[in-house]
C-alpha cells in the first residue's frame, strides 16, 4: 500500500510540475515576445509537451479514484442485479478501449520514432508514449477494481 501511495504522489508531482513548466514557459515566452521581439524557441514545444503529459498524469490519477465523469441515470434506474451487468459490460468496454488506444499509440510511435521536434529535437514519439503510459495504467486501474467487484460477487453468492 506504501507503494501505491508512493506512486500517487509521484504523479501528482509530476502533473504540477508539467502545469508549472507549462506556464512559466509560456509567460515568460510571451513577455519575450511582447517587450523584446524574441522568445525561446523551444518553449511552445516543450509546453505543447508539458500539457500533453499533464492531461495524460491527470487521466491517471482521476481514474484511480473511479472520478470520472458518468451518465448513470439509466443504470441508477435499474434493479441492483441489472446495475452489475451494466457496469461490468461498461468496464469491459472501457478495457477495449485502452486496448485500441495503447495499440494505436504503440503504432504512432513507430511511425514518428525517426521523426524529432524542430525546436527541441526530441523525437515526436515521444508524445505517444504518454497515451500508451495513461492507457496501461487506466487499464490496470480498470481491471483490478473490476476483479474485486467479481470477487465480492461470487463471494456474496
Known amino acids: 500500500m506504501k507503494s501505491y501511495t508512493f506512486l500517487d504522489k509521484t504523479l501528482k508531482i509530476l502533473a504540477i510540475l508539467s502545469l508549472i513548466s507549462m506556464i512559466i514557459l509560456v509567460f515568460f515566452n510571451a513577455l519575450l515576445r511582447y517587450f523584446f521581439d524574441s522568445g525561446i524557441a523551444w518553449s511552445e514545444e516543450f509546453a505543447r509537451i508539458c500539457f500533453v503529459y499533464m492531461i495524460f498524469l491527470g487521466i491517471i490519477i482521476v481514474a484511480k479514484d473511479r472520478g470520472h465523469l458518468t451518465v448513470d441515470i439509466v443504470i441508477t434506474a435499474l434493479p441492483a442485479k441489472y446495475q452489475m451487468f451494466f457496469l461490468f459490460f461498461a468496464d469491459i468496454l472501457v478495457l477495449i478501449s ?23 529535437g526530441i523525437s515526436s514519439a515521444f508524445i505517444y508514449l504518454a497515451a500508451i503510459i495513461s492507457s496501461i495504467s487506466y487499464f490496470l486501474i480498470v481491471f483490478i477494481n473490476l476483479w474485486k467487484h467479481l470477487k465480492l460477487a461470487i463471494k456474496r453468492r
Open 98 to 120: 485502452m486496448v485500441f488506444i495503447t495499440y494505436g499509440a504503440y503504432q504512432l510511435i513507430l511511425l514518428t520514432y525517426d521523426q524529432k521536434m524542430p525546436a527541441t
